[in-house]
C-alpha cells in the first residue's frame, strides 16, 4: 500500500518548518537512509532520510513551501511491486483525517478518526499541502457546501465546481469518490475564474499584530517597506521575551587584564604546527581571543560548581560539565552553538571546533543537539570595539558573561600608574539559580583565569 512522507519533527521544540529542496523527484527509486530532502527549522537547515524503501509516486508540497506543520503530509511513496500511478491516486486517503466512512474504499481508515455530526468542525490534518486558507466554497445560493479537505483539492485541480457534485457522506458532505465520480463522467461544470481569485485578492499582505495599525499611521506610506518575520526572528523575539519576563536578572561587571593572555596567544600562534593544504601551508590552529574567553566561563564553572545550574519549577539541574554557548551572528539572525565539555578541551580544539560550528551555523546547517541546551553562554562585542554591554540570558541558562574590547588604560600597580589592555566582563545571572555572593565568586574565578592564562594549558 501507498507510504505516506509527513514532515519530520527535528526537534523536541519544532512545530513547522520551510520544505527548503526536494533532492528527489516523482518516479526515482529511494532505500532507507537516503537523502530526499532539505527542511529548513528557525536556525538549522537539515536533511531528511527515507525510512522505507519505494519509488517516489507524488510529491505532495513543492519545494519552497514555508510553514509545513510537523506531520503534514508532504509525498506518497509506492511500495515494491505497486503501481506508482495508483500509489499516487489513492495514497493521500490515507492521511485524509476527515474523510467520512461513506466511501467504502476509505471506510477502514478514515471511519474511527470522524466525527460525522459535526462536519463544520472538521479541520485537515495531513492530506493538503500547507497554503493560505480559503473559505469554504459555497453555492450559487450562497449556502455552504460542504467538502473533505481532500476533495476540495482533486475538485480544484479537475476544475470542478463542487456545487455541482452530489455528495454522498454524512449530511451530504463531498467525499473523494464523489469528485472523482464526478470527473470521470464529466457531470461537474468548471469552476468560475473569478471564484477562484476572489479569494487571493481579499487576502491581507501579511498577519497584524495587535496595534500594528498604529505604528504604521506614524509613517508616511512610501517611506517603507514590509520585512515580514521569518521562523528565527519570530523564535529570537519570542524566547527572549519571555526570558526578559520571567526571569529575574542581575549584573556583575568585572575589568580585566589581557597583556598575559595576549602574549600568550602570540607565542602559541607562532609555534602552532602547519600542515598541507591545496592553499598550501597553514597552520594546525590559530587561537583567538574568544577562545580564551570560552575556556575560562568552562574553568570558572568547574571552579565554582554550584553556578553551574539550571531552574526548573520542582529543582535545580547541577550539570557535571560546562557546555559553553557562543552567540554567533548570521544573516538577520542570531545562534548560539554550545562546546560541549569545554571544561575538558585543550584551547586548540576549543579554537577548531568554534570554527566549524560557525561556519555551518552561517550556513544553517547546525544539529539541533549543536545549538539547544548549554550551561552557560559567551556573547563578544569586543571586535566591533564595544566598551561593555549586557545580554539576556537565554533559558536553559542561568548566566552569560558580555565581553567588551580591550582597551589600553592606566592602572595602578604597586603604587605606580602603568598602562595595562583591560577588558570589561558584564555577567548577567539569574537570581533564582545563582545568589549575588556565588555570582562574585563566578565572576572572581573567570577573572583568575583571563589574568593567569597559562593555568588553561594544563
Known amino acids: 500500500m501507498p507510504i505516506n512522507i ?5 526537534s523536541p521544540t519544532m512545530e513547522e518548518g520551510n520544505l527548503a529542496k526536494w533532492l528527489v523527484k ?20 537539515m536533511e531528511v532520510e527515507a525510512v522505507d524503501e519505494g519509488t517516489v509516486a ?7 513551501t514555508e510553514a509545513v506543520k510537523v506531520n503534514a503530509l508532504i509525498a506518497i511513496l509506492a511500495g515494491e511491486g505497486e503501481d506508482v500511478k495508483e500509489a499516487a491516486a489513492s495514497g493521500g486517503a490515507s492521511a485524509d483525517a476527515t474523510e467520512p466512512a461513506a466511501a467504502p474504499a476509505e471506510a477502514k481508515q478514515d471511519a474511527p478518526k470522524v466525527e460525522p455530526a459535526r462536519p463544520q468542525a472538521e479541520q485537515p490534518v495531513a492530506d493538503t499541502p500547507p497554503a493560505p486558507s480559503t473559505p469554504a466554497p459555497k453555492s450559487s445560493s450562497g449556502d455552504r457546501i460542504f467538502a473533505s479537505p ?7 485541480e479537475a476544475g470542478l465546481d463542487l456545487s455541482a457534485v452530489t455528495g454522498s457522506g454524512p449530511r451530504g458532505r463531498v467525499v473523494k469518490a464523489d469528485v472523482e465520480k464526478a470527473t470521470a463522467s464529466g457531470t461537474g461544470k468548471a469552476a468560475p475564474a473569478a471564484a477562484t481569485a476572489a479569494p487571493q485578492a481579499t487576502a491581507p499582505a501579511m498577519a497584524k499584530g495587535a496595534g500594528d ?25 519570542s524566547r527572549l521575551l519571555e526570558s526578559h519576563q520571567t526571569v529575574p536578572s542581575y549584573f556583575v561587571s568585572m575589568d580585566c587584564e589581557l597583556d598575559a593572555l595576549l602574549k600568550l596567544r602570540s607565542e602559541i600562534n607562532k609555534s602552532a604546527p602547519m600542515r598541507n593544504t591545496e592553499k598550501g601551508e597553514v597552520p594546525v590552529f590559530k587561537l583567538s581571543v574568544n577562545d580564551f574567553i570560552i575556556k575560562a566561563m568552562a574553568l570558572a564553572l568547574r571552579d565554582v560548581p554550584a553556578a553551574n545550574a539550571s531552574w526548573t519549577s520542582t529543582a535545580r539541574l547541577m550539570h557535571k560539565h560546562s557546555d559553553v554557548g557562543v552567540a554567533v551572528a548570521i544573516p538577520d539572525g542570531l545562534i548560539t ?52 554591554f549586557t545580554s539576556i540570558i537565554n533559558p536553559p541558562h542561568a548566566s552569560i558573561v558580555s565581553i567588551g574590547a580591550g582597551v589600553e588604560k592606566p592602572v595602578v600597580k604597586n603604587g605606580e600608574i602603568k598602562v595595562a589592555t583591560v577588558m570589561t566582563a558584564t555577567f548577567a545571572f539569574d537570581h533564582r539559580v545563582i545568589d549575588g555572593a556565588l555570582g562574585a565568586e563566578l ?5 583568575r583565569h583571563v589574568e593567569n592564562p597559562m593555568g588553561m594549558l594544563v
Open 6 to 10: 509527513t514532515m519530520p519533527a527535528l
Open 26 to 45: 516523482e518516479g526515482d527509486k529511494v532505500a532507507p537512509g537516503d537523502v530526499i530532502a532539505e527542511i529548513e527549522t528557525d536556525k538549522a537547515t
Open 58 to 64: 507524488k510529491i505532495v508540497v513543492a519545494a519552497g
Open 150 to 156: 481532500l476533495a476540495r483539492r482533486l475538485a480544484k
Open 213 to 237: 495599525d498604529a505604528v504604521l499611521r506614524l509613517f508616511q506610506e512610501g517611506s517603507y517597506e514590509l520585512l515580514p518575520h521569518d521562523g528565527m526572528r519570530k523564535t529570537i523575539a
Open 337 to 388: 552553538p554550545i562546546i560541549k565539555k569545554a571544561e575538558t578541551k585543550t584551547l586548540s580544539t576549543i579554537s577548531n571546533e568554534m570554527k566549524d560550528l560557525a561556519r555551518r551555523a552561517r550556513d544553517k546547517k547546525l544539529k539541533p543537539e549543536e545549538y539547544q541546551g548549554g550551561t552557560t553562554a559567551v556573547s563578544n562585542l569586543g571586535m566591533f570595539g564595544v566598551a561593555n
Open 443 to 447: 565572576a572572581a574565578a573567570f577573572k
